[in-house]
């Protein structure tokens, strides 16, 4: 039997990549976004697809899809400087949009996955990082609105599979790049191929011996459909253990794009984490999965979209970096 789906922050990097393999795999999608940070162009593909349907909506507001089978809860900002800039809003849609999208869950009597983050162990005592890890988050330092949003969303989750039997699960998902991230948005791997890419320095906060531990997209979006079709209500991590410095992740991305870029030392932004590594043993018992894609192969599947991407942003209107996505630690 068809199912439907409905895919919060679709028009985000993970939720596109997430609704073209849910489309693939022969669901109808419904995609909300209200695009705060999220790009209509990620979807464009889909235009003519009579299988997607695209709404512009805020999910803290909120709304009726009708039934459906399948709730993927992605919407949040997810990068630092974005959600350092909305941070009301990130709070807000980690709160009251988590719960407008489980109570559509409960009236359908959906199943539901719901994207949480490495972030939940803020800069983590334990090393590497299992489930059972309690974190070590600063309540109230500038990365709060993403870590306790994210902490409550968990709670708000596991309360609706408790007490209103809803069919949740969730993952908590580690550093994930590749096509389709936003150029601008400031993560580490945007900044640096875009840096590279335009002959420009690369930007290092702090010393770049903190580390982490990236996961190609493809290789994310294959735990979570196989974590949604499983069983396990409470949090299980998606990444890829393979832990590197922000040094090593420069020099990587240096080797695969062949530019020969400085390196620029700017101030480490307050709370970063140090370290961070998923341990997996739990996805891969579990779900019989693990990630395949090494940090240069996956940087090389991803710089034919950021190309693009560059060219677009120098010709008329274009717009490389929008706002406050900075190149720069800035926050
Ligand atoms: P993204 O910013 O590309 O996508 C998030 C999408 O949510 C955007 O399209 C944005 O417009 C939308 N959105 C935000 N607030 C909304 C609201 N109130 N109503 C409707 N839509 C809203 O980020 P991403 O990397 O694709 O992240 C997707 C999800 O995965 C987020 O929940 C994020 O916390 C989680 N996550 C991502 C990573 C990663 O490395 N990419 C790591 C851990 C967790
Ligand atoms: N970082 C960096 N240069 C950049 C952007 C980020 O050195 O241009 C560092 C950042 O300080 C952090 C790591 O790279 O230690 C990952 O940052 P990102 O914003 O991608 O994600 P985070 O894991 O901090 O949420």
Redesign the pocket.
């Known amino acids: 039997m068809t199912k439907s789906a409905l895919v919060?922050?679709a028009?985000?990097?993970?939720?596109s990549h997430l609704t073209d393999r849910l489309l693939g795999d022969g669901c109808l999608v419904l995609g909300?976004?209200?695009?705060?940070?999220?790009d209509r162009g990620n979807l464009a593909h889909l235009r003519n697809d009579s299988r997607f349907r695209f709404e512009e909506?805020?999910?803290?507001a909120g709304f009726d899809p009708g039934p459906v089978d399948l709730v993927f809860n992605?919407?949040?900002?997810?990068?630092p400087p974005?959600y350092l800039r909305l941070g009301i809003?990130t709070l807000?849609?980690g709160s009251l949009?988590v719960e407008n999208a489980l109570q559509i869950a409960a009236k359908y009597g959906a199943g539901f996955f719901h994207?949480?983050?490495?972030e939940c162990y803020g800069d983590p005592l334990e090393h590497p990082q299992a489930e059972t890890y309690w974190g070590n988050v600063n309540p109230v330092g500038p990365r709060s609105v993403y870590d306790e949003a994210?902490r409550f969303a968990e709670a708000m989750v596991m309360a609706y599979y408790r007490s209103r039997g809803v069919d949740t699960r969730m993952a908590r998902?580690?550093?994930?790049y590749g096509p389709r991230l936003?150029p601008g948005?400031g993560r580490v791997i945007s900044n640096f191929i875009m840096q590279a890419l335009r002959g420009e320095p690369l930007t290092i906060y702090g010393d770049g011996r903190q580390t982490r531990s990236f996961c190609y997209v493809d290789d994310l979006i294959e735990g979570i459909v196989r974590l949604s079709r499983s069983e396990e209500h409470s949090p299980v991590n998606l990444g890829n253990p393979d832990e590197c410095t922000i040094l090593e992740c420069a020099n990587a991305v240096l080797e695969v794009t062949g530019c020969a870029s400085q390196l620029s030392y700017v101030e480490l932004p307050v709370d970063d984490p140090a370290r961070r590594r998923p341990d997996i043993t739990k996805a891969r018992a579990l779900l019989g999965w693990e990630p395949r894609v090494t940090l240069r192969e996956g940087l090389k599947k991803s710089l034919d979209y950021f190309r693009t991407r560059m060219a677009e942003s120098a010709g008329p209107g274009g717009q490389g970096n929008r706002g406050a996505r900075s190149q720069g630690a800035g926050y």
């Open positions: 919060t922050g028009a985000g990097f993970l939720g909300v976004d209200n695009l705060s940070t999220g909506r805020d999910i803290c992605l919407a949040s900002p997810a990068s974005e809003e807000r849609v949009g994207a949480s983050t490495s994210k998902i580690f550093n994930t936003h948005d």
